[in-house]
């Protein structure tokens, strides 16, 4: 089989809070400057034949509908905060149309957390099938690199302040989200990439992500050809700070679209 590009699509970039705010009446807020208007954060990745979803946003079907979205072949799940799974419902739509159980990929504590709140969609079989209209779920606990079909996946270790979180590598592309250290251990797991996608949430520091500043000293140290900063706040205009930006370090924004080199 010949080697596979990836597709990336940015279906949000945004804080937990999203852009612009609710009640907010910033510059940034009021921009019209879609760049500005960021949903969660959350991306798509296509690769072999594969439609696969980084994390569940509240705004997934709002996403899903933007972009065109018809299928989702599987989910990565990189914690359990809100922002990234309170959209799992909108799994529903690719289920019904597809007739497909959709596996859900994370560590422990989030896939038990999954559970725990929707325990409606792990139902018995007979369950599902008399409820079409619910989401059809399985869970599978990463511990280390699998493989989706002929996609190996790489989880990458991080630290969302205290908790310990997941990124995650597709052959030269990486995304890290929510991150405000990238341990010793995961450094190794991310030389030689083409494109990285890294928290950078706002000007100043925060306890729980990486700051501008941070995020640009950790792509100085991991050399990525090119980084793309994301879960951005409303204290981040676009076109300011795009441009201020270190060579090969943009800003990433809702709907764009990159090309990776084949896996």
């Known amino acids: 089989m010949p080697p ?31 760049r500005n208007h960021r949903t969660r954060s959350s991306i798509l990745i296509r690769v072999a034949g594969l439609s696969l979803l ?13 972009e065109r979205l018809d299928r989702v072949d599987a989910v990565l799940f990189t914690h359990d905060h809100a922002d990234h799974l309170h959209g799992i ?4 739509a690719f289920c019904e149309k597809h007739r497909m159980v959709i596996p859900l990929y994370g560590d422990d504590k989030t896939l038990l957390e999954i559970r725990r709140r929707w325990p409606y969609m792990f139902q018995d079989p007979e369950f599902a099938q008399r409820h079409l209209n619910v989401a059809r779920l399985t869970t599978c606990a990463v511990a280390g690199p699998f ?35 990238i341990p010793e251990t995961s450094v190794p797991l991310l030389r030689g990439l083409d494109t990285l996608v890294i928290d950078g949430l706002r000007p100043r520091p925060h306890t729980t992500h990486f700051s501008l500043g941070q995020a640009c000293l950790a792509v100085a140290r991991l050399q990525p050809r090119q980084a793309f900063l994301t879960h951005l706040t409303h204290n981040v205009d676009h076109a300011a700070v795009d441009m201020a930006l270190p060579a090969g370090i943009r800003l990433a924004y809702d709907g764009l679209r990159l090309t990776c080199p084949a896996v």
Request: glycine letters at 10%.
């Open 147 to 181: 493989s989706i079909g002929d996609v190996e996946i790489v989880p990458i270790p991080l630290l969302h302040g205290k908790a310990e979180i997941l990124g995650y590598r597709i052959g030269p592309f990486a995304y890290l989200t929510d991150c405000s250290e």
């Open 89 to 92: 419902d909108d799994l529903r």
């Open 54 to 66: 980084v994390d569940t946003t509240p705004e997934l079907r709002l996403q899903a509908v933007r």
């Open 4 to 34: 596979s590009p990836l597709e990336i699509l940015f279906l949000g970039t945004g804080t937990s809070h999203g852009v612009p705010m609710i009640g907010c009446d910033c510059a940034v807020c009021r921009s019209p400057d879609p």
